[in-house]
């Protein structure tokens, strides 16, 4: 089986702009979670999709969301970029039933705001 | 609040002695423990956890961990460490709410540095 796919591998954007990162899921895997990882805060949750709903969300602003797709990819985005939204943004999906509780992660998308 | 601890930010190791990296947690309710590793720039790979059972979890790469209720301790242990094993390591914990599915609330990690 293939792992999970994160694109693009590297984002250059300006502060103001947006940006959409995509995520496919290992095949079979209905949950998809977002993380932001930066030196100084580690890695924090975003959210949390599963099924085309969102099930959990993190404490960042109304400027990150997400949504997830019928065939269960995901993308996320963030208007209004602000610097300290450099970071590698890592995405995770997960089975049902037996082992839902293991993440299988992404390579990332690292995100520089200029 | 539910929250991780790494009390180490880097741990340094001689190829083949014994490596210990230290977790702390605080939960309410029982706890679902996990150990993830990162090698640079990949993301992070699942090597065990612990949910229920017995307090000694084996996982993957000949890492072990124990699980220590009166201490809220989750510490990772390998008896001989290989070079290949430098990598970031994160202690994560499920807080434990129904359906927190795929939210982990994760540690500062800790920098394992392995010498020949």
């Known amino acids: 089986k293939a792992g999970v796919t994160q694109t693009p591998r590297y984002l250059i954007k300006t502060r103001g702009q947006q940006v959409t990162l995509s995520c496919s899921p290992i095949s079979g895997h209905r949950s998809v979670s977002w993380y932001q990882q930066t030196p100084g805060q580690g890695l924090q949750f975003l959210f949390e999709y599963f099924s085309e709903t969102q099930r959990n969300k993190g404490n960042f602003p109304g400027r990150f969301s997400g949504r997830q797709f019928s065939n269960s990819r995901s993308e996320m985005n963030v208007s209004t970029l602000e610097l300290g939204d450099s970071a590698l943004y890592l995405c995770?999906?997960?089975?049902?039933?037996?082992?839902?509780?293991?993440?299988?992660f992404g390579s990332g998308t690292q995100l520089s705001v200029l | 609040a539910q929250s991780v601890a790494q009390p180490e930010d880097q741990v340094n190791v001689a190829e083949g002695n014994p490596l210990t990296v230290k977790c702390t947690y605080s939960v309410s309710g029982n706890p679902y423990l996990f150990w993830y590793v990162q090698y640079p720039n990949r993301g992070l790979q699942f090597l065990l956890k612990?949910?229920?059972?017995?307090?000694l979890v084996k996982g993957s790469y000949g890492f072990e961990a124990e699980f220590n209720k009166s201490q809220t301790s989750f510490h990772l242990k390998k008896p001989s460490a290989l070079v290949s094993d430098s990598a970031l390591y994160f202690c994560?914990?499920?807080?434990?709410?129904?359906?927190?599915?795929?939210?982990?609330?994760f540690g500062q990690g800790t920098e394992l540095s392995v010498k020949p």
């Open positions: 995770a999906s997960s089975p049902q039933g037996v082992g839902r509780e293991k993440l299988f």
């Open positions: 612990y949910i229920t059972g017995d307090n």
């Open positions: 994560a914990v499920r807080p434990s709410i129904y359906n927190q599915g795929g939210k982990l609330i």
